[in-house]
């Protein structure tokens, strides 16, 4: 069944905002994306009224999930402070006050973001993948270490959480839409092995993610939570590049059990890596460890080796920070063009020696889960 941006505006109607006022008549909505029953908009206040909204966005979200044909609906509250500072405006006699008046009272001993962190039903730890900066393999890395821990005996899931670039779809192969439980969770596909689960197996691959935080924030959230994930040893999450909204989402959300980094033997690499580890700290999220990706060029030819990034960096930086250097991974051809064909390097040559290093890298993760993690 078709969706259309009439019955959305139809159903939004009725959602009241904390004045009273209906949500199409509010003047906050931004503009409606409907594509192939998954819907996409955002409500946009100032920042003072944020706490009062955001059970109108749930109830929008309830509201909008429940058209028959919708699959997806992604309702962001995006919160801006308005310049100047001004006062809220007064009660008027015998009205209903004013959104930023409905102000919930401070936790007790000023409680951090942090105590907003639950486990996600059914897995046991959850670990990010991340990297200070783009264009140094954190996708395939990603990818290819949730199979080396697949191949350890565990049940692993990759969510690939790079909302802006999704990677995942091209490397698994996956063309298929995720299906809908009678709850409306969506069940995660199954390649490999794997639970996987992408935001780009919900729009095109050509499409645009021109999102802002907060849309960034809850499409994250709700990949967490209203996914079916049955039971899983270890779900991977393939990160944005950076350090910001997407990360402090995850750290936010669920209790971390760790993050891998990615770098390259570059020193502009290793300097955003520094800063990705140091945030991870601040979030009080274990760092596992670092991988140095591309570590040197293997010739497929004549097997000469190349340190054309440089070479030994990213363990040099491990050992200056006191945090475990994970492994190396080469350039290597083989690792690539596994990667573009859909058949990552782990599952078409699991007897090769560069699945043998993402196994290994592997390992040394699985050693820092011990007491998390079910025994496989």
């Not at 697949?150 to 909302?163: K, S, T, Y």
């Not at 991977?236 to 936010?252: I, R, Y």
């Not at 083989?334 to 043998?356: K, L």
């Not at 993760?365 to 025994?375: F, T």
């Amino acid at each position: 069944m078709s969706v259309t941006q009439q019955q959305v505006l139809d159903c939004l109607a009725k959602v009241m905002s904390p004045r009273g006022t209906a949500l199409t008549n509010a003047n906050v909505l931004s503009a409606i994306t409907v594509t192939d029953g998954k819907v996409f908009f955002s409500i946009n206040v100032d920042a003072a009224e944020a706490r009062a909204w955001e059970s109108v966005r749930a109830q929008a979200e309830n509201a909008v999930r429940a058209i028959p044909g919708v699959s997806v609906a992604m309702i962001a509250l995006t919160a801006e402070r308005k310049a100047g500072g001004a006062a809220p405006a007064p009660r008027p006699a015998g009205g209903v006050p004013p959104a930023s008046a409905h102000r919930h009272p401070h936790p007790p001993g000023g409680q951090s973001p942090m105590a907003r962190q639950a486990e996600i039903p059914g897995i046991s730890a959850v670990i990010a993948v991340a990297s200070g900066k783009g264009g140094v393999g954190k996708s395939t890395t990603a990818l290819n270490l949730a199979l080396g821990l697949r191949d350890l005996g565990l049940r692993v899931g990759l969510l690939d959480a790079d909302i802006y670039g999704p990677s995942v779809p091209r490397l698994t192969g996956i063309r298929e839409k995720p299906q809908l439980n009678d709850d409306k969770k969506m069940f995660p596909l199954q390649r490999f092995g794997l639970s996987i689960m992408s935001i780009g197996f919900l729009v095109e691959e050509d499409t645009a993610m021109i999102w802002r935080g907060p849309m960034v924030m809850s499409a994250i959230t709700q990949m967490l939570r209203d996914v079916a994930w049955g039971t899983l040893d270890v779900l991977v999450v393939d990160m944005p590049p950076g350090t910001g909204d997407a990360q402090l989402t995850l750290a936010q959300n669920v209790p971390l059990k760790g993050a891998v980094i990615i770098s390259t033997p570059q020193d502009l690499s290793l300097i955003d890596a520094r800063r990705g580890l140091a945030m991870f700290k601040k979030v009080n999220v274990p760092v596992l460890g670092i991988v140095e990706n591309m570590s040197y060029f293997q010739c497929p030819h004549c097997g000469t080796r190349s340190d054309i990034f440089g070479h030994g960096g990213a363990r040099h930086e491990a050992e200056k920070l006191g945090v475990p250097f994970l492994g190396e991974i080469p350039l290597h051809i083989a690792i690539r063009t596994a990667s573009d064909s859909g058949n990552p390097v782990v599952e078409s040559e699991p007897d090769g020696p560069h699945a043998a290093i993402y196994r290994a890298i592997g390992g040394k993760i699985r050693e820092q889960l011990q007491g998390v993690i079910a025994a496989a």
